[in-house]
Nanobody
Framework: QVQLVESGGGLVQAGGSLRLSCAASGSGFGFNFMGWYRQAAGKQRELVATFSRGGSTIYTDAVKGRFTISRDNAKNTLYLQMNSLKPEDTAVYYC?????????WGQGTQVTVSS
């Protein structure tokens, strides 16, 4: 059973930075990180950053130029570097992974950006 555990969230002032991590355990050789999502209060979960099949990175327009997604396959860990944070980035951030046709979610980590 795959388990994803996010960490690195917290309270930060606007303009600040945070680095989120997502550690995978129990995954097989077919496991792939699918990306980072976020869900703000009262809103639907949305994709923040992901990888294309060719391995390039894709970002939602709202975070382009500020966020960077990366992964360390040796450590089975996904990262999201978030710079120049804005109050509208406040949300619970989730990582998502795919293993043999099944999608897995972490429990989420809260990011709160104060103005």
């Amino acid at each position: 059973q795959v388990q994803l555990v996010e960490s690195g969230g917290g309270l930060v002032q606007a303009g600040g930075s945070l680095r989120l991590s997502c550690a995978a355990s129990g995954s097989g050789f077919g496991f792939n990180f699918m990306g980072w999502y976020r869900q703000a209060a009262g809103k639907q979960r949305e994709l923040v950053a992901t990888f294309s099949r060719g391995g390039s990175t894709i970002y939602t327009d709202a975070v382009k130029g500020r966020f960077t997604i990366s992964r360390d396959n040796a450590k089975n860990t996904l990262y999201l570097q978030m710079n120049s944070l804005k109050p509208e980035d406040t949300a619970v951030y989730y990582c998502n992974g795919l293993d043999f046709g099944s999608y897995y979610w972490g429990q989420g980590t809260q990011v709160t950006v104060s103005s």
